[in-house]
């Protein structure tokens, strides 16, 4: 059984997504919120244009961390995202992107992490048909986590330094 089917649904991933200005204490202020919820931060990127950007981040409970950010006052969309598990070696990136351009895929978003060295990296992404994506992702081999999956990765940590 193909672990994103449970009960005849399909387990959704999500990311916060939250624009923001670009000037000190901006991010500070949205990871003050989500520990005062005891919400862990999994991933984060953060990306800026000019004066703004956005900050994405998977957290533990995105419903939760949506809520709270909400409550103080900070815009955030709920994002749902998907999550493949690729090669951690040159062209692994590349074997997926050719999968999706073939298919007609635009990536709206995507970043990625090593959880293995030279093994395997996670790659998020976020397209406007996760559907269609995941479809075309899972018949071409490649694994899609499920929320608890993505929730139990162990980033890889580097002891050679």
Known sequence: MD?????KKIMKSY???IPAENKPCILAQITSILARKKINIRSATISSFGDSGFVNLIVDNP???E???RKEGIDVELKEIIT???DDRPGGLDDLLQ????????IENGYGFVIESRK???FVLDVKDAAR???VINASGFKTLTPQELSEIEPFHYVGY
């Open 63 to 65: 419903k939760q961390g």
């Open 3 to 7: 672990g994103k089917i449970i009960n």
């Open 99 to 106: 999968v999706l351009c073939t298919e007609d895929i635009n």
């Open 133 to 135: 994506a995941e479809g």
């Open 15 to 17: 990311q916060l997504t």
């Open 84 to 86: 493949v598990l690729i």
């Open 120 to 122: 395997h990296a996670v």
């Open 67 to 69: 809520k709270a950010l």
